[in-house]
């Protein structure tokens, strides 16, 4: 109980803390997103001789609340490209990470959080996707950036909480088979506060 109550206590203070030290704003960000189906590290490996082949890019707005301690929402349109042998699967989506940071040294800083997908579009070349599981889904957002001023640049991992699939039909018409839609991503953004 009484770790309860001091950890609920330092949570305030915190929280307090990051608030009193806050200085609002608001801001644009873009830049690349690497994604990989199935395990990330292999991916990668596999990819290196065709580095445009899982390249994506993303745009949107942020918020930024504190200075040592931070949140940091986030509203990012995404457009993905996974190619699987001669075709292509594409996918547009608006992510909604919610991330806490804090400032380590000098312009440097970590952050964390929860990011929310919502898939707007899919497309297989010359293929029917018949269903993606789901439209919302949930992951987790680390990573390290450097702020300069107005100016950001931040490099982080995504990776969903849950696998998210589409299924689709082969050319035969009969087997089916399945994609992932919640790939693993590396996420390079430069950030612009306004």
Do not use: C, W
Not at 13 to 25: E, K, N, R
Not at 38 to 54: K, M, V, W
Not at 93 to 118: E, S, T
Not at 130 to 138: A, I, N, R, S, W
């Amino acid at each position: 109980m009484k770790k309860n109550l001091f950890f609920l206590l330092l949570l305030t203070a915190l929280s307090i803390t990051a608030f009193a030290q806050s200085v609002p704003g608001f801001g644009i960000k873009g830049g690349l997103n690497y994604n990989a189906n199935g395990d990330y590290f292999e991916a990668i490996s596999d990819n290196y001789q065709h580095p445009d082949r899982n390249v994506g890019f993303h745009i949107g707005l942020f918020g930024k609340v504190g200075n040592q301690i931070f949140f940091k929402p986030e509203v990012v349109y995404t457009s993905t490209k996974s190619d699987y042998n001669d075709d292509s699967f594409k996918m547009q989506k608006l992510d909604v990470p919610l991330l806490v940071g804090v400032k380590v040294i000098g312009p440097l800083n970590v952050f964390a959080g929860p990011a929310f997908q919502y898939i707007l579009d899919t497309e297989f070349e010359n293929i029917t996707i018949d269903d993606v599981d789901k439209d919302l889904t949930v992951g987790l957002n680390f990573g390290i950036g450097v702020n300069f001023k107005k100016v950001g640049l931040d490099l982080r991992y995504e990776r969903g909480f849950s696998d998210n699939e589409a299924t689709f039909l082969d050319n035969n018409g009969i087997s089916t088979n399945r994609i992932a839609t919640r790939p693993d991503q590396l996420i390079l953004s430069l950030s612009l506060l306004i």
